[in-house]
């Protein structure tokens, strides 16, 4: 399901008001957005294909679920529901990081976000809903990079922008995961 409003914040993730969707991206607001990364445990990345009736980056290869919270809820809580509702996939995530980014598309809408990352390892099967998802795969990691560094116009900007730094945490992340 389509989150019809979005959160406006400042550079700080200070809330400052909601706005329609569709009208944040054309006039290119910053607003609160969230990214999921599942990895299983052969340390390989789950990356979906954006379905191709999204608005934009339509049948781009991406990370495992991504969009944005609703008014009043916790992002953590929004990434389990989307990692939920769009892979149909439940496990333990785990915040890494928050970063902006902003990219302009051709179609003349603008992803202005303060992106909050989390990391999770399953080895679940995902259940993709074909109305967000084409298609799923697992990549090991350097066969992801030399994908990107070949083709990188079939990722979305997103994925791209913040890739190395959920590498790094990863990393951290999966040895305390194995030690609790």
Known sequence: MMEEQVILVDKNDNYIGKVGKL??????LLHRALSVFIF???GEMLLQKR???????????SNTACSHPRLNELVKFAAER?????????????????FIYNASF????????????FIGFSD???KPNPSEVIEYR????????NEIKLRPHLFTPWFKIC????????????NKVLIA
Request: proline letters at 1%; glycine letters at 6%; hydrophobic letters at 35%.
């Open 23 to 28: 009208e944040a991206h054309q006039k290119g």
């Open 40 to 42: 299983n445990y052969k």
């Open 51 to 61: 379905a191709l009736n999204k608005y934009h980056t339509a049948g781009l290869w």
């Open 82 to 98: 989307r990692l939920r509702e769009e892979m149909g996939i439940k496990c333990d995530i785990f915040y890494a990081f928050n």
């Open 106 to 117: 051709n179609n003349g809408l603008v992803e202005n976000e303060l992106d909050h990352v």
């Open 124 to 126: 679940k099967t995902p």
């Open 138 to 145: 697992y990549i090991a990691v350097n066969d992801l990079l």
């Open 163 to 174: 890739l190395s730094r959920v590498l790094k945490t990863k990393s951290n992340l999966h």
